[in-house]
């Protein structure tokens, strides 16, 4: 089956945060949904059930649990256990529960910067001190891992890591051993990993996203790993996630936390979700041609033709970071580039230290909507 990612669908007058959020002459180029229609196995699924007619309270048949099983095995090498997986509203949702479920008022919680600005709502929503450790960026703009840094960061309160891998926004897929080495020393110092693995099936060639919940037994025990299909088939909206906790004890801790303010995933989100990871492989991989085109036409319009900005590629999400602090902007780049070039992209500073002078670029879309916003910066630059 072929699939047409050339056209953009009408989302004005939808309920899009995306595109509502902006004028009629300022291109979204923000919020981490692409502008793409959801795989077709999604959309029939979706029609049939809407077709019953009946929506009552719902319960997860097996087949979501078998599905998202095969998916882990299939595409990352990575065999779970059913029992493992709990069903959650959303990965934010379950960051949060994470950190409520095994940390008490005055832990810290540690975060590597530039990261997804929710992250940063963790300490204050737990009544947790706040733990940053920043990741350095080297001459060619790609992010390494500092391990000193890293174990600089800890202290004796420190409870939990917040990882983002693949990490967002700067494209990072973290290899093995780096993830080996950060689960080393947070087995040693008794720290729980959250892992959030939102964009874990959209990695480009030469790349491989390893969980890493998969390195070890041990490692395994001490990890909380947030996944959903969300990202991949463009389904936010029907918030339906999955935390993947193979220690049993730290599972029933993790669902003791929603004390009743997080509730199920909608029915609508359980269909979706069955019907991805089930039916979905085959446009995902025309996706990822699609979108790997994407990075690289940015990446050498960027290079080319906008003055003073500098990216790196990202090895996987569909995010460009770009770095404008050599481009003779006063002010922020993202306010720049709305009133000059009619271009809404993220700041930089939402994603905390090391983010500012930054902008993030969503390029999963149409090419010729990424051509447009591109045009339409270097316009503004070259004044």
């Known amino acids: 089956m072929t699939f047409n990612f050339d056209e953009l669908p009408n989302r004005r007058a939808t309920e899009s945060a995306k595109w509502r959020a902006t004028a009629e002459d300022v291109l979204p180029m923000w919020v981490a949904d692409m502008d793409f229609r959801s795989p077709p196995a999604v959309m029939a ?9 009946v929506f009552g309270y719902p319960m997860p048949p097996e087949e979501i649990k078998e599905s998202v099983v095969d998916w882990l095995s299939r595409r990352h090498g990575w065999e779970v256990d059913p029992e493992a997986l709990v069903l959650i509203p959303g990965v934010v949702t379950g960051f949060n529960l994470a950190a409520h479920a095994v940390t008490r008022p005055g832990d810290g919680v540690l975060v590597q910067t530039p990261t997804y600005g929710p992250f940063f709502g963790v300490a204050k929503n737990a009544n947790l001190v706040q733990q940053e450790m920043e990741l350095p960026c080297g001459a060619d703009g790609r992010y390494t891992l500092d391990l000193e840094a890293f174990n600089a960061a800890i202290s004796r309160r420190t409870r939990i890591f917040m990882l983002c891998n693949p990490q967002n926004p700067t494209g990072r897929v973290f290899r093995k051993d780096e993830l080996e080495a950060m689960a080393e020393i947070c087995l040693r110092n008794e720290i729980i990993t959250c892992s959030d693995e939102i964009h874990s099936d959209l990695v480009y060639s030469g790349q491989k996203h390893t969980p890493i919940s998969s390195l070890s037994p041990e490692i395994a ?29 730290l599972r029933k801790q993790f669902e003791g936390a929603r004390k009743g303010l997080a509730g199920w995933v909608n029915l609508l989100g359980m269909v979706a979700m069955q019907a991805a990871y089930a039916e979905g492989e085959g446009w995902l991989e025309a996706l990822l041609g699609y979108l790997e085109a994407n990075r690289d036409f940015t990446h050498a319009f960027v290079a080319r033709e906008l003055p003073g900005v500098a990216m790196a590629k990202p090895e996987g999400t569909y995010l460009a970071w770009l770095d404008c602090r050599k481009a003779g902007i006063e002010g922020k780049p993202s306010e720049f580039f ?3 070039a ?19 670029l969503n390029f999963g879309c149409p090419r010729s909507m990424l051509a447009e916003a591109l045009g339409r910066m270097k316009t503004a630059l070259r004044g």
């Open 221 to 249: 025990d001490q990890t909380i790993t947030l996944i959903a299909p969300s990202k991949t088939f463009n389904i936010a909206g029907l918030e339906a996630s999955v935390a993947i906790i193979p220690n049993k004890e």
């Open 338 to 340: 709305k009133e000059q």
């Open 342 to 360: 009619r271009v809404m992209l993220n700041d930089g500073a939402w994603f905390g230290q090391g983010g500012e002078g930054f902008v993030r």
């Open 45 to 53: 699924a979706l029609h049939t059930r809407v077709d019953h007619g």
